[in-house]
């Protein structure tokens, strides 16, 4: 059990730009969540996979938001024409529906958008 | 709307100094309470979920209680390592949604 990783961990982007993060889950883990952290504040949710089937998306996310789970393994999330509002840490968590369902973390993706 | 709300939003203790964080909470059921604590510039670090109220558990110098309307986390003679953010958070009921709710945090500094 590695853990689940997230790549890169640090991203600087200009504004406009389209940009990619990928999540590796624990293996085994069923499901996948997308969260988003800003400065002072709590991780606030964004979209949840179970398998590959995108569950659950908040009110709040922006169409420019994209994420897929396309083997119901890792995911990727994309921003599209990035705002500096965008700027967050993008925090990846898994759980396994067999057990506790307790959601584990990743080290997240720092998105600086200039 | 499910709501967690977090005091205080920063303590400072003196090593061994023992204190407790409170986390409030307004969800129309609950599926489930967690504690986390996070590091600088790290995820979240899984530490207790709790179910129902009355409900306790322990890990080292670390207690989480749970009420019908608020959880605490009770400290025991900290050490400067337990300084961290605290952060709390609610899994609903009822219906097939997963997602935590979660509060702004407590960071706590433990002074040596």
């Known amino acids: 059990d590695t853990g689940v990783s997230q790549n890169p961990r640090h991203k600087i982007t200009k504004r406009g730009q389209n940009v990619t993060f990928r999540c590796d889950p624990i293996?085994?883990?069923?499901?996948l969540y997308w969260y988003r952290q800003t400065l002072g504040q709590g991780p606030e949710f964004l979209t949840y996979?179970?398998?590959?089937?995108?569950?659950?998306k908040s009110r709040l996310l922006s169409d420019r938001f994209s994420a897929e789970r396309p083997k119901g393994s890792f995911s990727t999330l994309e921003i599209q024409r990035t705002e500096q509002g965008d700027s967050a840490m993008y925090l990846c968590?898994?759980?396994?529906?067999?057990?506790?369902?307790?959601?584990?973390f990743g080290p997240g993706t720092r998105l600086t958008v200039l | 709307e499910d709501q967690v709300t977090q005091s205080p939003e920063a303590l400072r203790l003196q090593e061994g100094e023992s204190s407790s964080l409170n986390c409030s909470y307004t969800?129309?059921?609950?599926?489930?309470l967690f504690w986390y604590r996070q590091d600088p510039g790290k995820g979240p670090e899984f530490l207790f979920t709790?179910?129902?109220a009355g409900e306790e558990k322990e890990k080292e110098r670390l207690k989480a209680t749970l009420t019908k309307k608020e959880s605490f986390l009770h400290i025991t003679a900290p050490k400067p390592e337990d300084s961290a953010t605290y952060l709390c958070?609610?899994?609903?009921?009822?219906?097939?949604?997963?997602?935590?709710?979660f509060g702004s945090g407590t960071q706590l500094t433990v002074l040596p």
């Open positions: 709790l179910y129902s």
């Open positions: 968590a898994s759980s396994s529906t067999r057990g506790t369902d307790t959601q584990y």
């Open positions: 958070a609610v899994q609903a009921l009822p219906g097939s949604a997963r997602q935590l709710t």
């Open positions: 996979f179970q398998n590959e089937a995108q569950l659950e």
């Open positions: 969800v129309s059921g609950l599926r489930g």
């Open positions: 293996s085994e883990h069923n499901r």
